[in-house]
Structures are given as C-alpha cells and as structure tokens.
C-alpha cells in the first residue's frame, strides 16, 4: 500500500489486520468480520493541495450595511467534481436583513439565512474541479457598527464529498482475495473493488 513519496506521520489499524509484512513489502492481510469497518486511519503532515481555497471580501458599505463577496475556488483536478457541497459562515449578532446573491444563470445552486442562528447558507449541488463560484451577501445592521460588527463574520465552514479522488494521494496499488471459499455459508459473495472518495471532516477558513 503506498504511492511515491507519500510519508505518514502517523497511522493505526483495525485489530483484525495482519502487519507483519507491512513494514518491509507496504503490504497488510486482513481477515474481515462482518459489516462495514474501518482498515486504517493515518495522518500527514506534509504540504498538499487543500481541495478548496477560499477568498473572502468584507465591504463596509454603511455602518448600517455590510457586503460580504465569497468566492471559492476548487483546486482538484478538473476530472473530478465535489457534491453536496454546503457551505456555511456566521454573520454578525446584530444582524437586522440578509439577502444572498448568485450570478443569474447559474445552476444547481442556492442560499437561505438562519434568522435564529445567525448563519448564512450556500448550497452547490455539484463543484467541478478547477471552477470558481462567488455569491454576494448583503448584510444590514440594526445599530450603525459596521466596522465592530465586521469582526463577527465567519468563520466559514464547508462539507463536502469528492468522488474518485484523493487528497493524500495514498493508494491501493493492488487487492487479492486469498480464501474467497472461507465466505461459504454467508450471505454475500466476495468481489474485488476499490473505490476512492474525499469528505470533509472539519473544514474551516477564518475571515
């Protein structure tokens, strides 16, 4: 298991994962119970492209009225694309009317305000890789503090799934079922397939 230069700082394994090989040939035994489980968690360090860039924009108009202008950019390749994107940022606790604005004809896309929260909400059904989208966010105040009210912007937080993709470029380079006659008897019948998916745990851009 591995590609080039991939270096893990840290990594564990599920109990039912057979190491001794690992060390010397990158490669684990597994002999799987039941059900879905999870093989290994890892951890990286080093400098990899993050797979979205944010780029935040706060106007004071008034100060009764602020402008927050958000782009995002996905920095995957442009073979991939995100979905269930929603993206969501804190507006100011004094916050009187919000009003959200996407480019006309833009698809697939929509924004609502949590008046009790507090929060705005943008939602992108699909993200391709390598696009940049940008909603325009108009924020009106009840007292005229503007420039203190600023600061309660944000942080923006983003969920996400990216199909197909990985950011740590970590791979399975090569999968074998040894003892498929060891399944007689169960209910499902082993097949070989290896699917890579990217989502977000906790994602977060300060303003």
Request: charged residues 20%; contains cysteine.
């Amino acid at each position: 298991m591995g590609q080039g230069s991939v270096v893990l700082d840290d990594c564990s394994f599920h109990e039912c994962v057979d190491l001794k090989d690992f060390e010397a040939m990158k490669t684990v035994a597994i002999n799987p119970p039941d059900g879905e489980f999870l093989v290994m968690n890892y951890r990286i360090n080093g400098e990899y492209p993050a797979p979205f860039r944010f780029y935040p924009y706060i106007d004071e108009i008034s100060q009764y009225k602020l402008q927050l202008t958000l782009k995002v950019r996905a920095q995957f390749p442009a073979k991939h694309f995100a979905t269930g994107v929603l993206i969501k940022f804190p507006v100011p606790k004094h916050t009187s009317n919000f009003t959200a604005e996407i480019p006309k004809g833009v698809q697939g896309q929509s924004s609502e305000y949590k008046d009790q929260e507090r929060i705005g909400v943008w939602k992108i059904n699909k993200f391709q890789g390598g696009v940049e989208h940008t909603i325009v966010c108009k924020i009106q105040l009840q007292t005229p503090t503007a420039t203190e009210c600023r600061k309660e912007i944000g942080p923006i937080s983003i969920n996400f799934e990216i199909p197909m993709y990985n950011v740590s470029r970590l791979a399975v380079k090569y999968l074998k079922i040894a003892n498929p006659q060891g399944f007689t008897g169960k209910n499902y019948n082993p097949y070989r397939w290896v699917r890579y998916v990217t989502q977000s745990s906790s994602y977060v851009c300060r303003t």
